[in-house]
């Protein structure tokens, strides 16, 4: 009985972080989940509404700062003569929820998935492209997340290629 009793809490600190770290991966996932339906709404409801400020909401502090930088920088759109003033603008798209030209609104479902190394990757299923396995499939964002319990925040958003949207605006949006 002695060696049952002093086997439990041996037993239950091998069980625990397995458990914890199932549990952290539901948390990731349910956290960008409730962002992509809270941009959703928003975008029903306001014609004009930016997805990074749904995006900001739902991030830490250093991403939340690369968000702002962005938005801040949007006023430099084109010179006069069409060329850009600032590489910042193309950060944006790093940033969004989407990935090519399709808005969340416009696809046909999206697909949430853990992945090995801990980041959430979102897939969109749009109307040319619904095999996800297919070689020219790019409509994806990974999300890394950092966890305290059951609250999650995003530290960084990934396009297609692997870019990091937070070194894309301390880059080209400082």
């Known amino acids: 009985m002695k060696k049952l009793i002093l086997a439990l809490p041996l037993l239950a600190a091998i069980i625990s972080p397995t458990h914890a770290q199932a549990n952290e991966g539901v948390y990731k996932t349910n956290t960008i989940k409730r962002m992509y339906r809270d941009a959703a709404i928003t975008m029903k409801k306001y014609d004009n509404a930016d997805e990074l400020n749904t995006i900001y909401a739902y991030s830490n502090r250093e991403l939340q700062n690369a968000v702002a930088i962005t938005k801040a920088d949007a006023i430099n759109f084109l010179e006069e003569n069409g060329g850009m003033v600032s590489y910042c603008n193309e950060v944006r ?6 990935e090519g030209d399709e808005s969340i609104l416009e696809s046909n479902g999206l697909d949430f998935v853990l992945l090995k190394n801990g980041r959430v990757r979102t897939n969109m299923y749009t109307k040319h492209y619904k095999n996800l396995n297919s070689p020219d499939y790019l409509f994806f964002k ?4 950092k966890c305290e319990g059951a609250s999650c925040k995003v530290t960084d958003i990934y396009n297609h290629t692997g870019e990091s949207g937070m070194s894309a605006a301390n880059k080209y949006c400082r």
């Not at 798209?93 to 989407?98: D, K, N, T, V």
């Not at 990974?142 to 997340?145: A, P």
């Open 142 to 145: 990974d999300f890394s997340l």
């Open 93 to 98: 798209a790093i940033l969004s929820l989407s």
